[in-house]
């Protein structure tokens, strides 16, 4: 069955830079777009880049646009959020999800999440 | 940006009363409208894609419908473990956007 493991949250003063990886298995990785989705404290879902099968597009939410980076090592079966110049208001559950199709479709699959909280 | 409006924003019911939530778009968005149930503590899971279309293993109860820019969730007799906030989400068109949610209270 599918699997999506994130992990690289953790606290992070504001201005600073986070890694979150999300390790996938059971399918077919380089087949299928995938997305990061967030979810602050007590809100609701937001979501934050998608990255095709083939990394030939990557989309970004315009409250991140320019400091955050989605990519995938299709060799690995990893997915990718390189987060810089935080701000409190990305403090949330960072969710790795898998999209049902090559491009943007439905979220089919989801992970557990990795908090990523931003403070001084 | 597609701007997803659903309502209500919170509905207690009984068990095996069908309960209705809606969503609406604020342009067309054809049938790019997605269904997620969330729990407590847990992660959001699909339950309709393409507005009327069920994802594998969801139980019957739970049906989809709408085009263009209204949809509906509808879930027949209900179950005390579908207390749940429920998003709809659309995949129209970038920015991809979600609902506001609905939490549904079991009475």
């Known amino acids: 069955q599918v699997q999506l493991v994130e992990s690289g949250g953790g606290v992070v003063q504001p201005g600073g830079s986070l890694r979150l990886s999300c390790a996938a298995s059971?399918?077919?990785?380089?087949?299928?777009?995938m997305h990061w989705v967030r979810q602050a404290p007590g809100k609701g879902l937001e979501w934050v880049a998608f990255?095709?099968?083939?990394?030939?597009?990557?989309s970004y939410a315009d409250s991140v646009k320019g400091r955050f980076t989605i990519s995938r090592d299709n060799s690995k079966n990893m997915l990718f959020l390189q987060m810089s110049s935080l701000r409190a208001e990305d403090t949330a559950v960072y969710y790795c999800?898998?999209?049902?199709?090559?491009?943007?479709?439905?979220?089919?699959?989801w992970g557990q999440g990795t908090l990523v909280t931003v403070s001084s | 940006e597609i701007v997803l409006t659903q309502s209500p924003d919170f509905q207690s019911v009984t068990p095996k009363e069908k309960v209705t939530i809606t969503c609406r778009a604020s342009?067309?968005?054809?049938?790019?409208l997605h269904w997620y149930q969330q729990k407590p503590d847990q992660s959001p899971k699909l339950l309709i894609k393409?507005?009327?279309q069920s994802f594998s293993g969801v139980p019957s109860r739970f049906s989809g419908s709408g085009s263009g820019t209204d949809f509906t969730l509808i879930i027949n007799s209900l179950e005390a473990e579908d207390a749940a906030t429920y998003y709809c989400?659309?995949?129209?068109?970038?920015?991809?956007?979600f609902g506001q949610g609905t939490k549904l209270e079991i009475k």
């Open positions: 999800v898998k999209d049902g199709s090559r491009s943007s479709g439905s979220l089919d699959s």
């Open positions: 342009q067309s968005i054809s049938s790019s």
């Open positions: 059971g399918f077919t990785f380089t087949s299928y777009g």
């Open positions: 990255i095709r099968y083939d990394e030939s597009t990557k």
């Open positions: 393409y507005a009327s």
């Open positions: 989400h659309q995949s129209s068109s970038l920015p991809y956007t």
